[in-house]
């Protein structure tokens, strides 16, 4: 592939070596079909020329865009776990001592916090933080 340059000049050396004359049917033929055989070499490495050159053109842009990806994503992800942790209340039951979590939102509201392991109610609305009443 490389070196299709140099096949064409030298089928171009092998034919005046025949002693066909260009003015014969044969040789007009001969002088025509590596003609074109010159111009499709020379096509060819353009081709490879301007391939290369879009070859490394897109190497930069992905580099680029991995760089972007890094910075859109990587910052995003940071943020979003920051927030979770405030969101979150951390208490003890008093009834079944089992450690639960509360999202700090139900605070403000007037519903009674329940326990989810044991269904009793740790703080109430009317009254004292903590219930101890039994059943
Ligand atoms: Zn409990």
Redesign the pocket.
């Known amino acids: 592939m490389y070196d299709l340059n140099e096949r064409v000049s030298y089928l171009r050396g092998l034919v005046d070596g025949t002693g066909i004359k260009e003015d014969t049917d044969e040789g007009k033929l001969l002088t025509h079909i590596i003609d074109v055989l010159d111009e499709m070499a020379q096509a060819m490495s353009e081709l490879e020329t301007s391939q290369s050159e879009l070859d490394d053109y897109v190497e930069t842009i992905d580099g680029d865009l991995t760089d972007l990806e890094d910075q859109v994503f990587g910052e995003e992800s940071g943020g979003e776990e920051k927030e979770e942790d405030s969101h979150y209340i951390e208490v003890e039951?008093?009834?079944?001592?089992?450690t639960?979590y509360f999202d700090e939102g139900i605070f403000d509201g007037e519903d009674d916090i329940v326990?989810?392991?044991?269904?009793?109610t740790?703080y109430s609305e009317d009254g004292n933080d903590i219930e101890s009443h039994s059943d």
């Open positions: 039951c008093p009834h079944c001592h089992e639960v326990c989810p392991n044991c269904n009793k740790i």
